[in-house]
Nanobody, 126 residues
Framework: VKLEESGGGLVQAGGSLRLSCVAS????????GAWFRQAPGKEHEFVAA????????YYADSVKGRFTISRDNTKNKVSLQMNSLRPEDTAVYYC????????????????????WGQGTQVTVSS
């Protein structure tokens, strides 16, 4: 599965960005989708995940209430709407995916995902 992210950029604190991830796999509807991020000098951090049904989502506490993950299986796309951005949200954001059998299954750990995009930079200025 090839994943391609878009939508990163530079934004002022309090602003919004929308990240999109398009998958090459026609059966992407049977993959859980998620976003991780990595700030300079830090390890990958889980941000949000969505089941392939779209009926189950999970967020890191640091983004809960500000970020929303969604998906459109007809377009093989997973999106991340980021509102009320803070300087500490600055990082490279990675779209990830993994095949699952359960419609509402989620994975939350880096090592559970085999498929990664190339990453998109998000920079939030204070």
């Amino acid at each position: 599965v090839k994943l391609e992210e878009s939508g990163g950029g530079l934004v002022q604190a309090g602003g919004s960005l929308r990240l999109s991830c398009v998958a090459s796999e026609r059966t992407f509807s049977k993959y859980v989708g998620a976003w991780f991020r990595q700030a300079p000098g830090k390890e990958h951090e889980f941000v949000a995940a969505i089941s392939w049904s779209g009926g189950n989502t999970y967020y890191a506490d640091s983004v809960k209430g500000r970020f929303t993950i969604s998906r459109d299986n007809t377009k093989n796309k997973v999106s991340l709407q980021m509102n009320s951005l803070r300087p500490e949200d600055t990082a490279v954001y990675y779209c990830v995916a993994e095949a699952v059998t359960g419609a509402d299954d989620l994975f939350l750990r880096v090592w559970e995902y085999d498929y990664w995009g190339q990453g998109t930079q998000v920079t939030v200025s204070s």
